[in-house]
Every structure is written in C-alpha cells, then in structure tokens.
C-alpha cells in the first residue's frame, strides 16, 4: 500500500508543483473536504441548497435523478376539460382552472409545508441540491402547475431554485 502510494506521489510531482492549492485528505471525511473546496474556492464560501422542482408524467416513468417524488395524479384533471386538453399548466385557463380546485390548493400548500420545514434539514446534513419531482398522468397539466407555484414560492426564500417540465421540452 505505502508502495503505491509513494509511486503515485512521483508520478503526480510535476502537476502538483503546478498548483495553487495543496490538501491533505488522509484525515479528512467527505464532507469536510468538500466544505475546505468551496470556502477556498468558491467565491462564496455558502453557496446554499439549489433546488430543482421538476414536472413529469407517470406514463414516462419517473426521474432517475428525483430526490423527493409527489404524485398529484389524485387531483382534478383538466385533461378531462375539452377546452383545456391541448393546453399546459403554463397557459392561463389551466391556471385558472386548478386555482379554483381546493383539493390542489391543499396540496400545493401541503408539500410548500414540508418543503419549508424539511430543506433546512437536508441542508444542514451538506446536500447542496434536492430535485424534487411532482408527476401527474401525462406530465402536462397538474405536475406544471405545481411545479411552476412551488417555484415561484421557493424563489422568494432560496436564491438558486429552477423549474423543468420534462414532458414539455422541445
């Protein structure tokens, strides 16, 4: 083992008379190196959580990458409203529409509620991202409105939070 270290050490001499910045990590976990790279790298030594609130539809699968998955496919669906079926929970008349749904209300407020009291605690526990997933039937209507409200709340308190419809994009 010494061995190979040693021969490592050699073998890396030239690129590490190159640098700026030098660390021992042999007695340092994880976290503590990656909290050393960013106060001396980083301009900002607390760059804070990103969040990512991502719209899907079941029919699709669910994100491999999702931190937090919500499944709001129990919701009214404007799919079943003629004269919002072509239309995305971008578009003002399904806006409307779900505004006016009390059962989305409660659930939009229900997880801005966990949100809230959770993301501080992953936060605390060194996550520096979370992508939360909301997915409805076929990731059009419900999913995009939450994410979309969700995102506008979380933008007031967060300073990196970003909204993608994966159904929706080109």
Known sequence: MREAIDKETELLEAISLMASLSIDTSAMSLHGLRDMIKSRIVEQSDTGLALLFQSFGFKNGVPVDADIVYDVRCLPNPYWETSLRS?????????????????????????????????????????????????????????????????????????????RHRELAD
Request: with cysteine.
């Open 87 to 163: 239309l995305t929970g971008l578009d003002e008349k399904v806006v409307n529409y779900l505004d006016s749904q009390q059962e989305v209300q409660h659930m939009y407020e229900d997880i801005k509620d966990y949100l809230q009291r959770w993301l501080p605690r992953f936060e605390e526990n060194n996550r520096s991202y979370i992508t939360v997933a909301l997915g409805c039937t076929g990731g059009q209507h419900r999913s995009v409105y939450l994410c979309e409200k969700l995102g506008d709340f979380f933008q007031e308190h967060i300073n990196n939070v970003q909204v």
